[in-house]
């Protein structure tokens, strides 16, 4: 603990107290441990302290002229300066006053005839706190830009994410609609989607795993990564097949990500996908059934260099909706401790399968919402839906 340039002062109308101070702490004021400033009433002290800012510890009489230790107490509490700790000295039977300083924030007293061993004790004892209360304020400093960053960071990722519905508006062969609520201040999940041509949609929605700032800069990467590449059109598992190379020679700390991603031809109504172990999507049917897509086979991103990604191929029928989620949506916890899981989650689908795509969403999430009783989020919860009108 170095709190050499906090600097004592000591306010006493009694002019032999500053040498008989010196001279008992003379080593210790050698030393650069103690720095004292004298003043010799309330009046003096406050003009003290404009001209030593760096004062932490006033070792203060009671009974003084022109302006006595519990008026400077007083005017001392004006200054709402909590690292500022004032030690009051007064007569051994001087209680009520005494009483009446600890109640106007005194942080501790002394009797007289002064013991210089108790007062280095006392002197000690309210440095510490000091640094204390600075280290306290100091962290409190750092957690509040912290935040700033944080509020920042997430700024940053709501922004990459496409957000403007409905994002094709000229297109009325298909409609998107998505949603992500970060469980912290920024999170893992993304979803993205974007024409490859006149008649190919690509899509992804992925879940790094892991949480905060970590897991929303890997986000960020594996989704520009697989922007980047699926807009020129490589079969789906080929994209997914090379993003993960990337990913697995960038990776850090054993981060991954589960990704889906499709290609839908708006034409043919064919949908070309590859599922690296995300959870599977579900067809809402315009026959009022719901699929659920068959796996491909597929392990994560990030993590196994050179594995061959397989692509399988589904036929969409006019009025198809097809629904990608990640499981923040099926393992939502509740005050029971109980986790919202996949059969409530198809029990709703079914319900609202003949909804515009934004209701279908928010329909989910107000369920989601509803069945979690208030219980803050464990995982972030991504949603993206698209409708194929052919």
Known sequence: MDLSNVKIMVVDDEVDLEPLIRQKFRHKIRNDEYNFVFAHNGLEALAKLIEHPDIGVILSDINMPEMDGLTLLLKLKELKNPSLKTVVVSAYGDMDNIRTAMNRGAFDFLTKPINFEDLEITINKTLEEIWQQRNAMKEHDQLISIQQDLSVAREIQQAILPKTFP??????????????????????????????DNDRLGFVIGDVSGKGVPAAIFMAVSRTLIRATGVKGMPAGECLHYVNNLLCNESVSCMFVTVFYGIMNMKSGELEYTNAGHNPPYILSHDGSLIKLEATGNTILGC???????????????????????????????????????ERLEKLLLSVNNLPVNEIVNKIVNDVDQFAQGVPQSDDITMLNIKYFG
């Not at 196994?304 to 990640?326: A, C, G, M, S, V």
């Open 304 to 342: 196994f260099e050179d594995h061959i990604y397989n692509t399988k191929k589904i036929q969409l029928n006019p009025n198809d909706d097809l629904f990608l989620f990640t499981d923040g949506v099926t393992e939502a916890f509740n005050k029971q401790g109980e986790i919202y899981t996949d």
């Open 167 to 196: 994002p094709f508006p000229n297109r009325k062969d298909f409609d998107i609609y998505a949603s992500m609520v970060a469980a912290k201040e920024v999170g893992g999940d993304f979803y993205d989607y974007f024409m490859i």
